[in-house]
C-alpha cells in the first residue's frame, strides 16, 4: 500500500513539475495575447513607436515631439535608443511604469564594437579570422552595455562590401559571404551569450536588410541595383546566418533594392525573411526610413509611408513618427488590418518577455553591477588580444620587422603616433575614459627599455603644410629605426563617409617618401576604417602593418606586433584596389570571355589600358614574421556523387625562425556552370599556429552543401561537372592545386 501511495506523489509530482517547466516555457505566448487583448489600438501603435534620447542624435532629426517622457508615460513609445547608464535608463522606464499597462521600455543602441572599452572597428576584426575573438569581443561588448541598461545591440552590421569608397565598410566583415557569414554567426553568439534573460545578453540586430553595402558608386544612402541572383548568392548568405545564429532582431536599410526601397520591400521583409526563412523576432526600421519613402518617391505622405511600411513586414519605426501619427487613421480606413499590427507587436512584446522586464522592467539597471562591471582587466585584456590579431602584415622586406627591443634609438613620426580618441574610430561611445586609452607612442614605450624615443609629427593627418618635414627628417637621420603612424581622419569612415578619394590623404605620403630618403629601416603603420590607397608607401616602404583603428588597446597591442610579442597573422577580409577606378574590384569574380592576364600582351586588353587589373593587395593577403610550406595535397577521391563527401588533406610547415600562426584558405572553383560561377570562391579556411620547423596537416571536408549555388530561378542546386580545389595563404598566393568531379 505504502508502495502505491509514493508512486502516486512522485507522478502528481511529475505532472506538477511539467506543469511548471513546460507551462513557464509556454507561458510567453500565453502572457503576450492576454496582454495583447487587454491593449487599446493605440497602446499597440505606440509599442511599434521608437524614439531616440536627446543626448545624441544618430540620424537626421525630422520630428518634433516634444517631451519624450511624456509621451512614455502616455504609452506611445514602445523603445527608447541613444539612452545608455543605469541614472538614465532608469528614468524612462519608471515613465513607462506610469503608463496604463505599464509595458516596459525597449533601450537600444549601436553598440558596434565595444561599450566602454572600445574593441577594434568591426573590419578590423574581420582580419583576424578568429571566430573565437570575434565573439568575445562582442560578448564582453554586451556584457558591459547590459550591465548599463541596454536591452539590445544594432549590431552585427553584417552588409557584405566590395567597395571601399563606402564609410561603412568599416562597420561590417568585408567582402566575402562565407567569411561574412563565419563573423556575423560569431558576433549574434557573442552579443546575445547563454541567451535573452540572461543579464549578460543583450538582443543582436542583424543590419542593413539589404543590399545597402553595394549602392552605387558606393555613394551613402544611394540605390542598389543587382540581380537577384547576386543577391542571393552574395548579400543574403551573412542574414540567413545570422538569423539562424538566433538573431532576435533585423534592421532594414535606407537604400532602395532595385527600384523598392527596403523599409517597404515586401519580398524581403515578408516573403524572404519572416516567409522563407521563418523569422520569428521582428523588424526595426533604420532611423527615419520610413518618413524617407516620401523622398524615395515611393510614397507620397507619411500616411502611405505608414501603411506600405507595416503591411510589407516593418514592425518598429524608429524615429519617422509615421506609425504613430497615422496606424489609427490607416486602421480606421482600413488600409490597414489591425491584425497586421497585432503580429507586429505580438513580436515586439515576445523580446520583452524574454529578456524578463516584465518580471523586472530594472533588472538591467543596477547601478552597483553597472560599476562592477564596467572596465574589468579580463575585458581589456581581450580588447588587446582581438587588436594585435586584427593587424595586418602587408610587407617586411628585408626582415625589418619585429623590431629589437635593445635599439639605441627609435624615432616615431606622424600624426597619429600620439593619438588617443580616435584611434577608437567612428561608432564608438562617449562611454569609459580617454587616458585608458594607449597611443601607439605609449605602447611603444611601455616595451623598450633604455631605448632612446625621438618624436615628430611630421605633418598633419589632412594639412598640406610640411613645415614639419624637416623636424622628422631630422630625427629620422638620427635613429637606427623609424616607426611612421599615418592614417586616414578618424571620422572619414562610418556612416555617411563615403569617399571618392581613398587615397592615404594630404601630404603623408610625401612625408613617408622624404623619411625612406634617409635610407633606415623604417615601418608605416596605416590606421583607416577601409582599404586605402597608399601606391608610393606600397611601392617603396620595407615594412607595413595594417592596423586599421585597433580601439582602447591599440598602442598596446601594435608594439607587440612591432617587437615580435605577437607574430602578426592578420589577413585582409577584403580587397585592397592600386585605384578609386578599379573599383569594384573583388577576388571572387567570372572569368569572362577574355579573362584579364597582365602578361598577356594583346590588342585587346581585357583590362584597363593605364593600369593593371589585379589589387593592390588581394583578399586573404597577410603576411607573417615567418614562412610556411604548403605541401602533400590528398584527396580521397577524384569522383564525388552528390549525398557523398571528398576530404581533402594538406601540410604546412613552418619554415621559419619565429612561431605563428597561418589561415591556410581553402577556395573551390566549379570549371563550367550555368549559370556562371566564380573563379574562386572562399569555402574553408584554418587558422594554425606552428612552432619553427613543426609541421601538421588541415583537413577539409567537401560536401555539396560547399558545392551548391543559386540557379536563374533562385532554386539552390548543384551542377554535376569538374572542380577546381585550391589551397593557400591568399587569394592571390595558391600553393596547391588539385581536381575532383561532382558526378550524378
Ligand atoms: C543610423 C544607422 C544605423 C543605426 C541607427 C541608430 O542611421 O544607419 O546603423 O543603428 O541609425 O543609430
Redesign the pocket.
Known amino acids: 500500500m505504502k508502495s502505491v501511495k509514493l508512486i502516486f506523489l512522485f507522478c502528481l509530482f511529475c505532472i506538477f513539475s511539467f506543469q511548471v517547466v513546460f507551462g513557464q516555457r509556454n507561458s510567453i505566448p500565453e502572457k503576450v495575447e492576454k496582454l495583447l487583448k487587454k491593449m487599446t489600438l493605440a497602446e499597440k501603435i505606440g509599442q511599434l513607436n521608437q524614439y531616440?534620447g536627446n543626448w545624441e542624435a544618430?540620424?537626421p532629426i525630422t520630428t518634433n515631439v516634444g517631451n519624450k517622457l511624456d509621451a512614455v508615460k502616455r504609452g506611445e513609445v514602445g523603445s527608447i535608443?541613444?539612452i545608455y547608464g543605469v541614472e538614465h535608463t532608469t528614468v524612462f522606464q519608471q515613465a513607462a511604469m506610469q503608463s496604463r499597462l505599464k509595458i516596459p521600455l525597449l533601450f537600444?543602441q549601436?553598440v558596434i564594437h565595444g561599450f566602454s572599452i572600445t574593441f577594434p572597428v568591426p573590419l578590423a576584426e574581420a582580419a583576424s579570422w578568429d571566430m573565437k575573438a570575434i565573439e568575445k569581443s562582442a560578448r564582453v561588448a554586451a556584457t558591459e552595455a547590459a550591465a548599463s541598461g541596454v536591452h539590445w545591440t544594432?549590431?552585427p552590421?553584417v552588409d557584405i562590401a566590395r567597395d571601399p569608397r563606402w564609410g561603412?565598410v568599416m562597420?561590417g566583415a568585408g567582402e566575402d559571404p562565407y567569411l561574412g557569414s563565419l563573423i556575423a554567426t560569431a558576433r549574434v553568439h557573442g552579443f546575445q551569450g547563454m541567451g535573452l534573460g540572461n543579464l549578460d545578453a543583450v538582443m543582436a540586430?542583424a543590419?542593413?536588410f539589404t543590399g545597402y553595402g553595394d549602392v552605387i558608386g558606393g555613394r551613402e544612402y544611394n540605390s542598389v541595383d543587382m540581380s537577384l541572383h547576386t543577391l542571393w548568392e552574395v548579400y543574403l548568405p551573412p542574414f540567413k546566418a545570422a538569423l539562424d545564429a538566433g538573431a532576435a532582431t533585423f534592421?532594414n536599410?535606407?537604400n532602395d533594392l532595385n527600384g523598392v526601397p527596403a523599409t517597404g520591400n515586401k519580398y524581403l521583409q515578408r516573403d524572404i525573411l519572416k516567409g522563407k526563412w521563418g523569422f520569428k523576432g521582428f523588424v526595426v526600421s533604420?532611423?527615419?526610413s520610413i518618413g524617407e519613402m516620401i523622398n524615395h518617391g515611393y510614397v507620397k505622405d507619411s500616411y502611405e509611408a505608414a501603411q506600405v511600411a507595416i503591411n510589407a513586414g516593418n514592425d518598429m519605426d524608429?524615429e519617422s513618427d509615421s506609425y504613430l501619427k497615422n496606424l489609427a487613421k490607416l486602421v480606421a480606413d482600413k488600409k490597414v488590418s489591425e491584425r497586421v499590427i497585432d503580429e507586429a507587436v505580438r513580436r515586439i512584446l515576445t523580446k520583452k518577455y524574454e529578456l524578463g522586464l516584465f518580471s523586472d522592467p530594472y533588472r538591467y539597471s543596477d547601478a552597483d553591477r553597472e560599476k562592477r562591471i564596467l572596465n574589468r582587466k579580463e575585458h581589456v585584456e581581450a580588447a588587446r588580444d582581438v587588436a594585435k590579431k586584427s593587424i595586418v602584415l602587408l610587407k617586411n622586406e628585408h626582415q625589418v620587422l619585429p623590431l629589437s627591443k635593445n635599439l639605441n634609438s627609435i624615432a616615431i613620426i606622424g600624426p597619429m603616433a600620439k593619438v588617443k580618441q580616435e584611434l577608437k574610430g567612428t561608432w564608438s561611445l562617449n562611454v569609459g575614459n580617454v587616458n585608458d586609452i594607449v597611443s601607439v607612442y605609449e605602447g611603444i614605450q611601455q616595451q623598450v627599455g633604455k631605448t632612446k624615443l625621438l618624436y615628430a609629427k611630421g605633418c598633419d593627418v589632412t594639412d598640406t603644410s610640411r613645415a614639419g618635414f624637416a623636424e622628422a627628417y631630422k630625427i629620422a637621420s638620427q635613429a637606427d629605426v623609424v616607426v611612421m603612424a599615418m592614417g586616414e581622419q578618424f571620422d572619414w569612415t562610418g556612416?555617411a563617409k563615403s569617399r571618392s578619394n581613398i587615397h592615404l590623404p594630404a601630404i603623408q605620403e610625401d612625408l613617408i617618401k622624404a623619411v625612406i630618403a634617409t635610407g633606415k629601416p623604417l615601418v608605416v603603420l596605416l590606421m583607416a576604417g577601409r582599404p586605402m590607397v597608399f601606391n608610393y608607401t606600397a611601392d617603396h616602404a620595407p615594412a607595413i602593418l595594417y592596423t586599421w583603428w585597433l580601439g582602447n588597446q591599440a598602442g598596446n597591442a601594435i608594439a607587440d606586433v612591432l617587437f615580435g610579442n605577437y607574430n602578426p597573422a592578420g589577413k585582409l577580409p577584403i580587397t585592397f584596389p592600386r585605384s578609386e577606378g578599379q573599383i569594384p574590384i573583388y577576388y571572387n569574380y567570372f572569368n569572362t570571355g577574355r579573362p584579364a592576364h597582365d602578361d598577356v600582351q594583346t590588342n585587346y586588353p581585357p583590362s584597363y589600358i593605364d593600369l593593371s587589373n589585379t589589387p593592390r593587395f588581394a583578399f586573404g593577403h597577410g603576411l607573417s614574421y615567418t614562412t610556411f610550406n604548403y605541401t602533400n595535397l590528398q584527396i580521397n577521391k577524384k569522383n564525388m556523387k552528390k549525398k557523398e563527401t571528398i576530404t581533402v588533406t594538406f601540410n604546412i610547415t613552418n619554415t621559419g625562425k619565429y612561431a605563428g600562426e597561418e589561415v591556410a584558405q581553402f577556395y573551390l572553383r566549379q570549371m563550367v556552370a550555368q549559370p556562371l560561377r566564380p573563379v574562386k570562391e572562399l569555402k574553408g579556411f584554418e587558422k594554425v599556429m606552428l612552432e619553427p620547423n613543426e609541421t601538421k596537416t588541415i583537413t577539409f571536408t567537401i560536401n555539396s552543401d560547399k558545392l551548391s549555388f543559386y540557379n536563374e530561378q533562385l532554386e539552390k542546386i548543384t551542377q554535376a561537372g569538374e572542380f577546381s580545389l585550391m589551397v593557400g595563404s591568399a587569394s592571390d598566393d595558391i600553393r596547391l592545386q588539385d581536381n575532383f568531379t561532382l558526378v550524378d
Open positions: 531616440s544618430t540620424g535608443l541613444n537600444g549601436d544594432f549590431a552590421m561603412r562597420e540586430c543590419k542593413h534592421m536599410s535606407f533604420d532611423w527615419g524608429m556612416e
